[in-house]
């Protein structure tokens, strides 16, 4: 029992240090996605050139996703005739290169891997497209459009479906101070939460159990941690194994890479592990239905190829500046609840969260919620006619 509620223990300190940075990411991001409507997000990722990928990389990063629901929002644009290369780009972006991650690595690990992660994200989409130019073939990308249009249901559909964006006339700020923007961005914000809390919760457990229980010498032989070049050189092929094996994905990896670090992989092994939150298994199955097998199969070899790659690049280059920290100062939140900054930012943010619910649920959004995992094109109906049933456009 001790140790289980050491584990535990582990899982709250760390859950307390970074709940007031979740809610801000996801209220920005939620404001975003209120005011940019999804035909404008797909009438700029046409193609595949290079201001198009830069594009697809910024509004990426600012619609933060889960991953599951990043993967069938990706379908969703290349189904309305975004570019194939231009949503994987936005996909990878959307997981990535959000403000909420970038935040929580700063808080639990320090803000050079906030920077990495930034940095590595557009080297990523960078190398992905190349590969995409000598590998992707005409046939196999006609191939995977015929598959996406058969709307085959993986994960977080209605989800990925629902264009939320406030409708009507008016400039930014008009539409997002309106009732409907304020009720736009309530229900973005708890249906962004709805997609990302279990894998969330897996991954504070995960890495709470792992933290407490797999002692540092067992991931110091694994990592190679006495032997720096060794270490270096392998860490960013053997971070994404690690996540594709534990089937944790989005922000809920960020907890275990804290372990990982301490229990030391390198600097550039990190980023390619939290990267990888594209490629685990139920991911790849999804994949699979989305695309075909011959795609899936190309998405994995890419994808782990561009991980890789940025993490190479990152541990160099970082490595090269003097900018990757010290391994013996990692720590493990282990504190729990004090009165310091932190615990002052929870309460106001989960004020700012309890606001945002109450309007959630005053305007037609559990019935939202519940189609949610529903088909695509099923999702997008309901949504249409819950939102003209409650008397809300957006």
């Given amino acids: 029992m001790d140790a289980i509620g050491h584990a535990l223990s582990i899982a709250g300190s760390m859950t307390w240090e970074v709940t007031w940075a979740l809610i801000l990411g996801f209220t920005l991001s939620a404001v975003v996605q209120a005011v940019v409507r999804r035909s404008t997000v797909v009438r700029l990722l046409g193609d595949d050139r290079p ?17 599951y629901a990043a ?25 990535n290169m959000v403000i909420e991650l970038g935040v929580i690595l700063a808080l639990l690990m320090g803000w050079q891997f906030t920077a990495a992660e930034f940095a590595g994200g557009p080297i990523m989409i960078v190398v992905l497209a190349v590969l995409f130019r ?28 629902m ?29 962004e939460w709805a997609a990302i809390l279990r894998d969330l919760v897996a991954g504070l457990l995960i890495a709470g159990a ?13 990592f190679m941690a006495d032997h720096p070049l060794a270490a270096k050189l392998i860490g960013p092929l053997v971070g994404p194994l690690v996540a594709i094996a534990t089937f944790v994905c989005s922000i809920g ?33 999804i994949y699979r239905k989305y695309y075909g097998p011959r795609m899936a ?16 690049v990152v541990e ?50 559990p019935a939202m919620l519940r189609i949610m995992g529903g088909s695509p094109d099923h999702a997008d109906h309901e949504h249409h006619d819950t939102h003209r049933h409650d008397g809300h456009r957006h």
């Avoid at 010290?326 to 930012?345: C, F, M, R, S």
Wanted: glycine content about 10%; hydrophobic content about 55%.
């Fill in 253 to 285: 990896n960020v907890p275990l890479a804290v372990v990982l670090w301490k229990g030391g992989i390198s600097f550039g092994g990190v980023i390619a592990f939290i990267y990888a939150d594209l490629l685990i298994l139920p991911i790849l199955n």
């Fill in 316 to 365: 160099f280059v970082f490595g090269g500046l003097g900018l990757v920290p010290d391994q013996a100062d990692a720590k493990i939140p282990e504190e729990g609840v004090t009165w310091n900054y932190t615990t002052w930012l929870n309460i106001s943010f989960l004020l700012l969260a309890a606001a945002l619910l109450v309007r959630f649920w005053r305007t037609g959004g």
């Fill in 163 to 191: 264009d939320m964006s406030v409708q009507g006339e008016g400039g930014f700020a008009r539409r997002l101070l309106s009732r409907d923007g304020f009720t736009s961005v309530s229900h973005i914000f708890v249906m």
């Fill in 297 to 312: 199969a190309l998405l994995l070899f890419t994808f782990f190829a561009a991980m890789a790659v940025a993490g190479y």
């Fill in 134 to 161: 000598i590998f992707l073939r005409e046939h196999l990308l006609r191939q995977a459009r015929e598959q996406a249009e058969r709307g085959v249901a993986g994960s977080m559909e209605g989800h990925a479906a």
């Fill in 71 to 95: 993967v069938a929002l990706a379908r969703s644009l290349f189904r309305k005739g975004a570019d194939f290369t231009a949503a994987m780009a936005f996909e990878i972006a959307s997981t």
């Fill in 51 to 67: 201001g198009t990928l830069a594009m697809s990389a910024g509004l990426g990063a600012a619609s933060s996703s889960c991953s």
């Fill in 210 to 222: 792992i933290a407490a229980w797999v002692p540092d010498d067992f991931w110091q032989t694994f």
